[in-house]
């Protein structure tokens, strides 16, 4: 339990096993991402599988080590909104041209056209 | 709940926190938003450059990804003890709170050296921030010599982070007799954010450059 000057409310603010369990989901999302990196998997799917681990990680940081679920509903719609708009944003621009930029890419030594008999 | 319609209603009036925290903790917030604005537009930057380029996958198991791998338990660990440390305040065991943060910020030292290692390494192998060793030149013919720049740019920033963060907790530690709870739970806040960062950028600087080759 914890005690918030500002507003003098006691809530609760999660206890030591809930936070031992969090980090071992923590390190359990880790391994599987290590292991992951060697399973050869196509680099599309890898992106998608460590990010999504990466945000359920990053999801629990905020809520549980960071109090942020104990917070007021006020500060969580100040703050986790905003942030994912503009991050989509930021992609929206990027996404479509790294997309384009992909067909730039080099593609080794141009292979010298076969003679034609 | 009526209680909690009453409270929301009543924030409208003024004289009340709206968001039930301290101007401090509230501008804390708002650093971490823009800082994690930073660090997207530093990860979605390297993802473009990675996409249009030939990119090098050098980091053999060891010594870079068991580093990696250590230096990410020892992050995750600093966050479980400033947890405790958080804990131990809201209980007002300022003893307990000192021992809980001074531990946080030897683990944070403990990456900043694993980190060092792993840096001198790359930096021995020849990697600079505009040109690649030559031997991964010639394994990755046309890869761009930019791998540098975004591993040096964006591991340097997060380790700058965890640089002032431990000098942050050891001076709050220092002071914690004097300061309030929330001031401790502030601390807290900015390095919760910096293992955060590194939930990040673990996978996508470190695992998506696995050398599998035997």
């Not at chain 2, 996958?57 to 405790?84: E, G, H, N, Q, R």
């Not at chain 2, 001074?102 to 792993?118: D, P, Q």
């Amino acid at each position: 339990m914890s005690t918030h000057a500002a507003g003098g409310e006691e809530h609760f603010a999660g206890s030591n096993k809930l936070f031992i369990s969090v980090w071992v989901w923590l390190l359990a999302l880790t391994g599987i991402e290590v292991y992951l990196g060697y399973k050869h998997l196509p680099v599309i799917y890898m992106l998608v599988i460590l990010m999504g681990a990466s945000i359920i990680k990053a999801a629990l940081i905020v809520a549980y080590f960071m109090h942020l679920r104990f917070e007021r509903l006020n500060l969580v719609l100040t703050i986790v909104p905003a942030l994912v708009i503009c991050i989509c944003l930021m992609l929206l621009v990027f996404f479509p041209d790294s997309f384009r930029a992909r067909e730039l890419r080099y593609q080794g030594p141009v292979q010298p056209a076969a003679e034609s008999h | 709940m009526a209680t909690e319609a009453q409270a929301i209603t009543g924030d409208w009036g003024g004289g009340v926190h709206p968001y039930r925290v301290g101007h401090r903790k509230l501008g804390m917030w708002l650093f971490i938003m823009s800082d994690s604005l930073t660090f997207s537009a530093l990860l979605i930057g390297y993802a473009y450059v990675r996409a249009s380029n030939v990119w090098p996958t050098p980091f053999k198991f060891y010594p870079s990804i068991v580093f990696s791998s250590i230096m990410t338990l020892v992050l995750l660990s600093s966050s479980l003890t400033m947890v405790m440390a958080v804990s131990a305040s809201a209980r007002g065991e300022r003893s307990k709170v000192r021992m809980w943060i001074i531990a946080t910020a030897v683990l944070g030292a403990t990456f900043i050296v694993l980190h060092m290692i792993e840096w001198r390494h790359l930096i021995g192998e020849g990697l600079r921030p505009f040109a690649l060793p030559k031997e991964w030149a010639e394994k990755w013919p046309g890869a761009t010599p930019l791998f540098g720049a975004t591993f040096f740019g964006i591991t340097g920033m997060h380790m700058f982070h965890v640089f002032t963060g431990c000098i942050y907790l050891l001076v709050v530690a220092g002071r914690v007799n004097k300061l309030k709870h929330e001031d401790v739970e502030i601390s807290g806040l900015y390095w919760h954010f910096v293992d955060l960062v590194w939930m990040f950028v673990f996978p996508m600087i470190y695992i998506l450059s696995v050398d599998a080759s035997k």
